[in-house]
Every structure is written in C-alpha cells, then in structure tokens.
C-alpha cells in the first residue's frame, strides 16, 4: 500500500472525476431589503443544479419548475438563512451587487422570542 498518494493522484483509481454538467440557466432570488430595495442574485448552492439535473429527464419545463417549487417551499414554510459570497470578476464589472447566494439553509420554523436587551 502506497502511503504517498496525494489527493490528485490517478494511479489505481477506481472512478474517474468528472466535473458537473453544464446547466443552461442561471436560478436567482430576488430579494427586498428594509429600505424597500430588491437585488436579484443568483443561487450557485450545489443543491438546487442538481435538483435540476435530477428532473432533467422529465423535460426541461417540469424540472425548472421544480426548483421553483423547492424554492418556494424553502422560502414560505421553512426559516430559511442565506450564505453570501463573493467574486473577484463581480468586483472588476463594478456590478450593482457583487454577491451570489453560496449556500442555503433552511431549518423548520420555529416560534422565536427576542426579550428586551434592556
């Protein structure tokens, strides 16, 4: 047994990596903030292309709305938290908003109380 091996060897390797297939659309979240301004960005979290390659083979039109749905159902009965990143080529196109949504998580509701601080 070779001890040595590193992450990016391919002697001896069983399954050969391939990367994601190409996906032809971009899913996006339009979201408002408390001043009343709305930002689309785009969701790259791993889970929602592959909700969409999952369903690719009942046709394009009935996976698409799919994701829709599990978004919706993310957004109207879970608690849902975004992870935000960014790019630096976002930052070179001076783009209005520079941030993508990485990742999604979204827990039950639950019922919360916030006493006072003070």
Not at 23 to 36: A, H, N, S, W
Not at 91 to 99: A, E, F, G, V
Not at 106 to 114: A, L, N, S, V, W
Request: aromatic share 12%; hydrophobic share 35%.
């Amino acid at each position: 047994m070779n001890v040595n091996r590193t992450l990016f060897d391919t002697e001896n390797c069983e399954i050969e990596f391939t990367g994601m297939p190409h996906i032809p659309y971009k899913f996006k979240l339009k979201i408002e903030d408390d001043t009343g301004k709305i930002s689309s960005m785009s969701v790259i979290d791993w889970e929602i292309p592959q909700l969409y390659l999952n369903c690719k083979h009942d046709g394009d039109e009935i996976a698409i709305q799919k994701v829709k749905d599990k978004l919706l159902w993310m957004i109207n009965e879970r608690d849902l938290y975004l992870f935000l990143g960014t790019m630096k080529q976002m930052h070179i196109r001076k783009s209005k908003n520079p941030y993508t949504i990485i990742g999604l998580f979204y827990p039950p509701k639950t019922k919360r109380y916030q006493g006072n601080l003070f």
